[in-house]
Structures are given as C-alpha cells and as structure tokens.
C-alpha cells in the first residue's frame, strides 16, 4: 500500500516567544517492509537554523530554532510512503520465552545481546512484580515465546477499555494498571512493563494507522491520528515481531513506522523548549490517505 501522510501541529501561545527550540520526529523510516521515498517538513515562522541527524535508535531527528516574537508555530510534515506486506513466523515454531530471556543477558555480543539493551526500565515504563504476575499466566514454561506475546495482546485488548478520558500523556502505567481503560500510548507502555519485567527486550514504535470512515460517510480532513504499539525481539531466528494490543493483531499494510525507543518520550513527534509565553494550545490534525484516492 502507499500513503500520502500529512501530520499539521500548531502551538498558540498566551503570549508572545521569542525563542524556541525544537526536535522533531515525523520521517517514516526505512525499512524492509517498509520505504519512504519522499519526505519535507513546513516550518511558520521559518527558522533561522535547522538540521538533521540520526538518534542513537535510528530515528530521522530534526532540528530547528525560530528567533524574534511569535504567538503561533506550525509545523507540516509530508510524506509518502509504502508499506509491503509481513510474512509474520509461525508462533508455536518460535523458540521458548524463557530461551530468549535468557540469551539477552549473555556477555558477549549477539543479537540477543544486543536487543537486551531494552529490557530495562525507561522513564515512562518502570519494572515491577505487578506487571509480571499480569502477564504471567500467558508466559507458562516452555512456551513460545510468540505465542505467549500473541496471548498478551489479546488479553490486554480485552480486559483494558480504550477511554481518552481516562488518562493524559502523564498517567503513570501503575494507575493504567489499576483503571483497566486508556489509550493506544497506555496499553504500548503497560505491555512494555509486564514483558520487561519478565526480563524480555521490547521497544516502543510510534507510527500511524489508515483509519476508514464510517460506512457512508465521507473522510474527514484531519480525522485520523497518530498511533502507538510494542515490537518483541523474538530470537535471532524471528528477530523483532510487532505486536498492537489497542487493536489486538500483528501490524500489517495499514501500519506505517515512524520512530521507536524505549518509551514515548524517546519518540515525542515534537518537542522543544520556548523562551517567553506561559501557557500554550496544541492541535494535531492527522491525514493517512492511501494514494489509490488522490
């Protein structure tokens, strides 16, 4: 599938800026199921320095800097991108959590290894005896390990209520835990905690879904939004699997990779620090439209 992605951000400030300074990021990446051959980034007022560079988890960073008095910053990034389909392993051939567990604290360098560097906790995404004995019943001895993530998403979509109300972008995974409701960004990081505090390597991937209207009704402008999941290191042999417990299935085609880290705060689409102002409002507005409807 290929997508035309528009993804507007305005901030309305109380009072005027007269400094800010910003990171972003809102490039697809590249991928192997996934490439994204054109990309830009509209920037009101227009900065008086930019640049781009690489994160520490591969993640497209810009960075830019507006000088002189402002009330408003609009951001608009573009982009096109084509997603392939998965050929996803088949779960019960996957080796044993407990195998992959264990390899991940190996001292010499592996893949396993190396993914181990996410299974520690992150600023938004503690360990914690709770989270373990939630996931514990899917994560029985000897079961592979796919299944058992299969399982989990599963029941995190089931027993967890999708509810924007019930929480904000601050809510502890804790209190998410007790409330049994929350968004997609909530159920990524509550099933971050349990596999973590199992001792297995999961990051965090932000990205986008193709939403479809209701039956009848026309697409509306900014109606879609951005979106959140888990990815599992599944051995050397399956390597990282996505898992989307919001939604209760493996990504596919309609699931475009933006960022990923070890929580939110490693893949915010914008961030930054303003001189002057006091309060702000934020609006995000959201467009995935798959090319064939251009």
Known sequence: ??????HRTKYTYEGAVTVSHHLARLAPRTL??????????????????????????????????IEGKHEVLEVTARSLVEVFP????????????????DGCHLEKLTPCSE????RFASPMVPLGDDFAAYAHPEFFPGRPILEA?????????????????????????SEVLKKRAGVCQDFAHLMLACLRSLGLPARYVSG????????????????????AW?????????????????????????HITVAWGRDFS?????????LGAGGQRLSVAVDVIPVEEL
């Open 1 to 6: 599938m290929k997508y035309s992605l528009i």
């Open 32 to 65: 192997p199921g996934q490439r994204c051959p054109w990309h830009e980034l509209e920037i009101q007022p227009v900065p008086v320095g930019r640049g781009v560079h690489m994160d520490s988890y591969g993640n497209t960073t810009y960075y830019f800097e």
């Open 86 to 101: 998965t050929n996803h392993p088949v779960a019960i051939l996957t080796p044993s959590w407990e195998l992959v567990r």
């Open 115 to 118: 993914a181990g560097a996410f």
């Open 149 to 173: 993530v299969l399982a989990l998403t599963n029941r995190i979509f089931k027993d967890f209520k999708f509810d924007p109300r019930a929480t904000d972008v601050t809510t502890p995974v």
């Open 208 to 227: 986008y879904l193709e939403t479809a209207p209701p039956p009848g009704k026309i697409r509306l402008t900014g109606a879609d939004a951005s979106h």
């Open 230 to 254: 888990v990815s599992v290191f599944c051995g050397e042999g399956s390597g990282w699997i996505d898992t989307d417990p919001t939604n209760n299935l493996l990504p596919g085609e309609r």
């Open 266 to 274: 490693d893949v915010s689409p914008l961030r930054g620090v303003t």
